[in-house]
């Protein structure tokens, strides 16, 4: 582990984005997170590890309350967005995905062209005035998703006719053409492959310029390569939380040590 | 060292094994039942098909007898104003004589001999006939006095006899007609004034009385199931579109959604003809709408309709990978959205085909008509608009072929079966419809 590629860490401190203290999650009568307290900060990229099942996914759809859908799921605690409750009773759901977008696990684009799976969250949060705003925010989103020069020929295409990779760069192209403040991304390359991977990592790495991104991932060395912070979660417990480096070559906890060795997971 | 022959101690791959044959035959044996199956559907299909196409395409063509008739003036305009008040006064009654002076000069003409008076020669023609002309005179008061030429409809028995249905022998003990009468006809087929032609009036027309089946048509009953059909569509589509979509997507999952599912699919196996004592007891009774009325009728073909969209509209929704909900939920937009602009569109080819299947349903439905008056003898002619339409009374087709069905004159029953391949055409091509829609907006993803 030591030998390992790291990103360059920013030690210095930041504004905290979303602050989450005291969470717990119940599917019914299962308890899926226990008590969870992470900072995420503002301009980074925080990755989530952990063995399958440890809840990471559940606390990251807690964090744009995509988790409302599921009727048996509850959230108690405080999950404040720049110190705001996102389960305040005055929060609409609809304005603070706006704000909080998501990528999924496996590529999701809409049975439409490539122009209006991107063009669909500006359109419906009314970003653009005229055809021609909205054209500029298209290609702004697929530029910046990396996968604008190899569509831009074909933007009428259907999305769901694109190679897999460019299925989820356009996910992606279609979260940050809304311009959301935070990216949530639930294993995004568990469906692609490596290069499709190195794509997405090279991807996030810029994207980190703008947004805060909160990454789930089954990969170590996804972890290591494009995060700046690293949270372990083990049996819906957050179990440490810290700089990636340190979290890889140093961990605190012996359970983090067993598993980024191989020993459970 | 082991021979070949060691290595085989599991059996040769070469060799079935008794299991491995036991298997076979068994799928084999499976495979044959499958089309045995679908060998004897298919001969039903036959059989059916052929059926209903051999004794019901006969009622498509009827027996038209050409006359000259002269239309004197002394017996329709005695005053001779042209005023149609006076020319509306002089009932069939009154041209009835035209007729019969037209049918001897004819077979005076062409030199047939007949036993029969002229008042016996006119019973070849419909009774419908005088009507005929009484219409024409009216609708053209100034033929009075010129001989025109009328096609008469023949009556059903002559109309019989030309497609073999009636024949000397099976007249033996029938008053209306006698064995001159088919020689009669036999001299005028070779002088060529009866013909057997396309009947469209089978289609468009209205039905008949008993005693003049030759006349009766399928059309004013097809208003009828048309009318009800678009009833069922402004209303069970909506109302069941929505509560799918509400059920679906927003109702929270608890028991008293539960109760209701298990309701709604229990109503889909209701008998239809409750449906139609629920129709009686509360659309006429209660609410006092029409009876007989399409409107009526739409209705309670509504309720029975509403469960089968519901049931196909909910399977359709359910059916859209939750994939897609979550990606459009998580670029912002609210349920409705989610529902309206991507759900939905996903979920039309499906909600279409479960809509046109409960309205082809609705369409063949005959029992609920019973109990609400859509079934017996409606003369009437084609309604004027569409509100009359909805609410005079009217017939459907099922009903009209079941009505036909039960009278006694044998002519009836050719037109039964005739109306039951304007019936089976109908739902064919409505289905037709919901393939090529179901093609059309099927999209992958």
């Known amino acids: 582990m030591n030998d390992m590629t790291l990103t360059e860490r920013n030690v210095d401190i930041k504004d905290i984005k979303i602050a989450a203290s005291n969470v717990q999650v119940h599917y019914g009568e299962t308890h899926a997170i226990k008590d969870v307290n992470v900072s995420i900060e503002d301009k980074t990229v925080t990755a989530f590890i952990g063995p399958s099942g440890c809840g990471k996914s559940t606390f990251l759809r807690c964090l744009n309350r995509m988790n409302d859908t599921i009727q048996t799921c509850s959230v108690k605690g405080n999950i404040l967005l720049d110190g705001e409750d996102i389960y305040d009773k005055r929060v609409d759901v609809v304005q603070l995905r706006a704000k909080v977008g998501m990528v999924f696990q496996k590529p999701n684009p809409f049975p439409k062209s490539i122009y209006d799976n991107v063009a669909y969250g500006p359109k419906i949060h009314g970003m653009a005035r005229g055809k021609s705003e909205l054209d500029e925010i298209v290609e702004k989103a697929l530029r910046r998703a990396a996968i604008w020069e190899e569509v831009k020929d074909r933007l009428n295409a259907p999305g769901t006719g694109l190679s897999g990779g460019q299925q989820q760069r356009l996910c992606i192209a279609r979260a940050v053409a809304t311009e959301p403040e935070v990216l949530l991304m639930d294993e995004p390359c568990s469906a692609l492959d490596p290069i499709a991977t190195a794509q997405v990592e090279e991807l996030i790495d810029e994207l980190r310029q703008r947004f805060s991104v909160v990454i789930v991932t089954h990969s170590m060395q996804q972890a290591a390569r494009v995060s700046q912070k690293t949270a372990f979660f083990h049996l819906g417990s957050l179990v440490e939380f810290g700089e990636t480096g340190q979290i890889f070559t140093n961990p605190n906890d012996p359970r983090t040590e067993s598993y980024i060795t191989g020993r459970i997971g | 060292m082991k021979t070949s022959l060691d290595r085989h101690s599991g059996g040769s791959l070469l060799m079935q094994s008794t299991r491995t044959k036991r298997r076979n035959a068994a799928e084999t044996r499976f495979k044959l039942y499958g089309i045995a199956a679908i060998a004897v559907s298919l001969l039903m299909l036959m059989v059916l098909l052929t059926t209903i196409v051999s004794k019901g395409l006969g009622a498509y063509q009827q027996t038209f007898i050409t006359l000259q008739v002269e239309l004197l003036e002394k017996k329709l305009d005695k005053k001779g ?166 059920l679906e997507e927003f109702a929270p999952k608890n028991w008293v959604t539960d109760v209701i599912e298990v309701n709604i699919s229990n109503l889909a196996a209701v008998p239809s003809i409750v449906f139609g004592i629920l129709g009686l007891a509360v659309f006429i009774n209660y609410m006092h709408l029409p009876m007989s009325a399409p409107l009526v009728g739409g209705l309670v073909l509504t309720l029975m309709t509403l469960p089968t969209i519901i049931i196909s509209t909910r399977a359709a929704l359910s059916a859209v990978p939750p994939s897609i909900r979550d990606a459009a939920l998580g670029v912002g937009a609210s349920p409705m959205q989610t529902v309206f602009h991507h759900v939905l569109p996903l979920a039309a080819p499906g909600i279409l085909t479960g809509t046109i299947i409960g309205l082809a349903q609705a369409l063949g439905e005959t029992a609920p008509l019973l109990l609400i008056g859509m079934v017996g003898f409606v003369a009437s002619n084609a309604p004027d608009s569409i509100a009359s339409g909805l609410l005079s009374p009217n017939s459907a087709m099922p009903a009209q072929i079941y009505e036909w069905a039960k009278r006694a004159d044998p002519a009836f029953y050719e037109r039964a079966w005739g109306g039951i391949i304007l019936l089976l055409l109908f739902l064919v091509s409505m289905n037709l419809v919901a393939v090529i829609l179901r093609r059309r907006f099927e999209r992958r993803w």
């Open chain 2, 81 to 246: 104003n042209r005023n149609l008040t006076d020319i509306k006064k002089v009932s069939t009654f009154g041209y009835a004589p035209l007729i019969k002076a037209s049918i001897t000069e004819t077979v005076e003409e062409l030199g047939i001999v007949t036993g029969l008076k002229a008042k016996q020669m006119a019973g070849i023609l419909s009774k419908g006939a005088a009507a005929q002309l009484r219409d024409y005179v009216i609708a053209n008061p100034g033929r009075i006095g010129d001989t025109v030429q009328f096609r008469f409809l023949a009556t059903s028995r002559v109309d019989g006899y030309l497609k073999g249905r009636v024949s000397r022998s099976s007249i033996e003990n029938d008053k209306s007609i006698a064995p001159e009468h088919l020689d009669l006809v036999d001299s005028l087929i070779e002088a060529g004034l009866i013909e057997k032609t396309f009947n469209i009036d089978f289609i468009i027309g209205a039905d008949a009385s008993d005693q003049r089946p030759e006349a009766a048509g399928m059309g004013v009953s097809i208003l009828g199931s048309l009318s009800m059909v678009l009833v069922v569509l402004a209303l069970a589509l909506p109302i069941g579109v929505g509560a799918s979509i509400y």
